[in-house]
């Protein structure tokens, strides 16, 4: 290299004379005097120079070593953010390896570094940013300790997809569940007729965010952290439906009384709970209100008309508790139409425990009235010579039926008016008791009595009997079975007298 810069300097020094020879001959200087002084300037201006090249050199050679120790420990770095060991960098400082060569070595590898921690970053941050999403959905905080924004650990990485996958699997579940609320939530809106959920804001204030989410089937917005304000929602409709329903419900139970005392139909229980489903159930009770107290006064008179026709049945035996006073005419109130259903029951029970009784002793007249006539036609000396082909049998039947059916009859009689009389009463029939007559019979069975004092007592009882053929039973325009019949007329027309009162 100096010989180089020699023969340079040499050819430059000569090309400079030749060009200075003129000038230097016109001013009388010699060549050595000349070519001193340009030796003394070349020297001169050289040593400057190479003075200012050397200066830059080392300081390119100062930057390389720089540049070349600050990628190192940048890579150092990045590797110590992405938690792994750092690769080897021993050919930094290496006097073998020229510094253009580290240098270029280091910037390979630093940017390899950095892409690598690019990529990390990516992948952190796109976990990171989804499990965000998931806790907010969950209304939760973001764990703290996952909260770096240095650490590209891959570590880290994993504790954030586990966290993630955590939260998403919660969140699926409860997000099902709120979707499940939110349903519910739909159908009684849906029940109750109420569109606009943000009436109850004041109570719970997501209802203006949920209102629109659910109008407009926005499923996807339903998240778990609105669970709470879901289940408050539903819980406040709830309570509008519990309240509706008992509405219903104590309406429908005066509906009923109503009905029953107005001896109507009972209409069906509504189903329609929405506001206007209510108010016109309860308009519906008003107007039967109107109508029962309209009613009033039929209801009670035909009550009065049944309970007479009633009385009429009995003969005689219509004692009931408390003397079955009636209201006044005129009273045409409610607690006057209970009275005369109770008044009009008791008479029915009694009619019931009568009407065996009567049945039996219009069984019992009517033989008595058959053997009276029987004697008489015994008796006639003339039946002898008449031609009745039948008459031998039927006197032998009738003869069976006052040997078995008879005393069978009079025992019943006996036991039936026993138990009726034992609740303090009398059975009459006609204007006497029947139960001594009934008695006496029994006990003169076996007797012979004179035909004579047997007639008048049996023509009385026979007399009776007829009466038993046309009693009204229970209810007016009801008639009581003769003892031949068997099968019993229509109920009263208040339905067999069974109270309407719930």
């Known amino acids: 290299m100096a010989e180089t810069i020699k023969a340079v300097i040499e050819t430059e020094t000569g090309t400079l004379l030749e060009r200075l020879a003129p000038v230097w001959t016109s001013l009388g200087l010699s060549e050595d005097e000349v070519s001193r002084e340009i030796e003394t300037n070349l020297i001169s201006g050289l040593r400057e120079q190479f003075d200012i090249f050397a200066s830059a050199q080392e300081d390119n050679r100062d930057k ?13 770095d990045l590797f110590a953010q992405l938690g792994e060991e750092v690769i080897d960098l021993s050919f930094a ?25 690019s990529q990390r ?34 570590s880290r990485l994993s504790k954030l997809e586990a966290a993630h996958k955590d939260a998403s699997e919660r969140r699926a579940h409860l997000t099902e569940t709120a979707i499940q609320i939110s349903t519910t939530l739909t159908a009684l809106q849906a029940e109750l007729g109420i569109d606009n959920l943000e009436q109850f804001s004041s109570e719970v204030p997501e209802a203006e965010t949920i209102h629109p989410i659910l109008k407009e089937h926005r499923t996807v917005e339903i998240v778990p952290r609105l669970i709470p304000a879901l289940e408050k929602l539903v819980a406040g ?10 509405v219903i419900d104590d309406t429908y139970s005066e509906v009923c009384q109503i009905a029953g005392l107005l001896q109507e139909e009972v209409p069906a229980k509504p189903t329609d709970l929405t506001e206007a489903g209510v108010a016109a159930f309860v308009t519906k009770k008003d107007e039967m209100n109107a109508q029962k107290i309209e009613r009033l006064s039929e209801l009670c008179a035909a009550h009065r008309e049944t309970i007479a026709g009633l009385k009429e049945t009995l003969e005689g035996n219509d004692q009931i508790n408390g003397g079955g006073d009636l209201p006044a005419e005129s009273d045409c109130s409610e607690e006057a139409l209970y009275k005369l259903k109770e008044v009009e029951e008791a008479f029915n029970q009694r009619v019931e425990a009568v009407l065996p009784i009567l049945d039996l002793v219009g069984k019992r007249e009517k033989i008595l009235r058959d053997k009276e006539q029987f004697e008489k036609n015994s008796a006639d000396p003339a039946r002898l010579t008449k031609r009745d082909p039948g008459r031998l049998l039927r006197e032998e039947k009738f003869r069976n ?69 046309t009693l009204p039973r229970k209810g007016a325009g009801s008639r009581i079975p003769t003892a031949n019949a068997g099968k019993r007329g229509p109920s009263s027309a208040m339905g067999n007298g069974k109270r309407a009162r719930s």
């Open 121 to 154: 970053s990516a992948q952190l941050e796109a976990v990171q940013l989804a499990l965000e999403q998931a806790v907010a959905d969950l209304g939760e905080k973001f764990p703290e300790e996952l909260a770096s924004t240095t650490d590209l650990s891959l």
């Open 64 to 76: 390389h070593v720089e540049d070349i120790q600050s990628n190192c420990q940048t890579i150092r």
């Open 401 to 469: 039926t006052l040997k078995k059916d008879l005393p069978r009859i009079n025992k019943k009689l006996i036991v039936l008016i026993k138990e009726y009389e034992a609740q303090g009463l009398t059975f009459m029939f006609g204007d006497e008791g029947y139960l001594d007559s009934v008695v006496n019979d029994v006990q003169t069975s076996n007797k012979r009595v004179p035909l004579a004092e047997r007639t008048a007592p049996v023509r009385q009882s026979a007399d009776a009997a007829e009466k038993v053929k």
């Open 237 to 246: 409709l709830e309570q509008v439906k519990a309240g509706r329903q008992q």
């Open 93 to 117: 400082g290496d006097k073998t390896v020229t510094l253009k060569d580290q240098l270029q070595r280091t910037q390979t590898l630093l940017a390899e570094t950095k892409e690598k921690v």
